[in-house]
């Protein structure tokens, strides 16, 4: 299994070895506040093409490029007033831009699926402190095999990537525990890639323009996380549950049993007390732990598609999604 390091107990020997580990041009996975990322030098095609390999990730589907600060990101990519105002807002956090490229930027083509735009992203924490060191923007999706759910713990990382890199950073759960939001601004206009962490009413009472959602599911994927499938279990996904067959696994919200519950393989709660908040930091969590129980079905209760539900809802649907 991969070497992991505690980064809150040895956090300048986390980032002394997993700045050798990335020169090398490999991945390391990597602590954020929304999940753990499978990180690789986004300069390095080689490197690149490894997170791939290890993903299994199809290679139309863009890559995030993490940055250590807005001054780093303005190196590889061009703001409007727009973008730059919500990016001196909100970063470091749970948001995305996708914005043009800078001509020499040296993130290289592979990252960004041939795409002229770029997805930056400035995260908090000791991923913040690597990037700073290494000095250069790292590349990296979820530290998952593509397609299924996301990690927000080392645990879930080495448990599904452990044989297959060499160096995972601990820093405990993932506080915000959905991945970002992502946005592109596109003459004048802001729009939602993919609803996360950030609450798109922030943005909206920032700016005070109207963010646009997307007419429909698949679209040209221009961000991660547009793949109509996405962040599924093993096991099978129902939605909107109002009772629960037996030996299925339950995921309720709101601490409202359910009928038929007590025959239930597992029964989870993403928070008793309806917290959107607390929802969404459990959310993969509980699905790791539901799908671990082999159950065939994972049924999910209701969850109210304001605030960080739209994002919690926008996963589900996903993982509900027909498989390839």
């Known amino acids: 299994m991969a070497e992991v390091i505690d980064t809150i107990t040895h956090p300048e020997e986390a980032i002394r070895r997993a700045c050798a580990v990335l020169s090398r041009g490999l991945p390391v996975a990597i602590p954020t506040e929304t999940v753990y990322g499978l990180s690789a030098d986004a300069t390095n095609p080689e490197a690149i093409g490894r997170i791939y390999e290890t993903k299994g990730r199809p290679r139309f589907n863009p890559l995030i490029c993490h940055m250590a600060d807005l001054e780093m990101a303005e190196r590889h990519a061009v703001f409007d007033p727009i973008s730059r105002k919500i990016a001196e807002t909100f970063w470091p956090g749970p948001l995305t831009l996708v914005l043009p490229v800078r001509a020499d930027t040296p993130i290289h083509p592979l990252a960004r699926a041939g795409l002229d735009t770029v997805?930056?992203?400035?995260?908090?924490?000791?991923?913040?402190?690597l990037l700073a060191a290494f000095d250069r923007p790292l590349a990296a999706p979820s530290a998952n095999t593509s397609g299924r759910i996301s990690p927000t713990s080392a645990e879930h990382v080495n448990a599904d990537l452990g044989e297959k890199i060499e160096l995972i950073l601990d820093a405990g759960p993932s506080s915000v525990g959905l991945e970002s939001t992502i946005l592109k601004v596109v003459d004048g206009a802001i729009h939602l890639l993919r609803p996360g962490g950030l609450n798109v009413a922030d943005v909206?009472?920032?700016?005070?323009?109207?963010?646009?959602?997307?007419?429909?599911?698949?679209?040209?994927?221009?961000?991660?996380?547009?793949?109509?499938?996405?962040?599924?279990?093993?096991?099978?996904?129902?939605?909107n549950a109002t009772d629960v067959a037996a030996g299925e696994a339950l995921?309720?919200?709101?601490?409202?049993?359910?009928?038929?519950?007590d025959k239930a393989a597992i029964v989870l709660d993403l928070s008793p007390g309806g917290d959107l908040r607390e929802a969404a930091a459990n959310l993969f969590g509980h699905m790791q732990k539901a799908d671990a129980t082999g159950a065939r079905c994972i049924a999910f209760s209701p969850v109210p598609a304001t605030g960080l539900g739209?994002?919690?809802?926008?996963?589900?649907?996903?993982?509900?999604?027909?498989?390839?």
């Open 119 to 129: 997805g930056i992203r400035v995260p908090t924490g000791i991923a913040g402190r």
């Open 204 to 239: 909206e009472a920032l700016t005070g323009l109207a963010v646009i959602r997307p007419a429909s599911a698949g679209a040209t994927i221009e961000a991660p996380g547009m793949l109509a499938s996405h962040y599924a279990p093993s096991a099978g996904v129902r939605l």
């Open 251 to 261: 995921i309720r919200f709101g601490g409202t049993p359910l009928p038929g519950e």
């Open 310 to 324: 739209e994002a919690i809802n926008d996963r589900l649907e996903r993982a509900a999604a027909p498989r390839n």
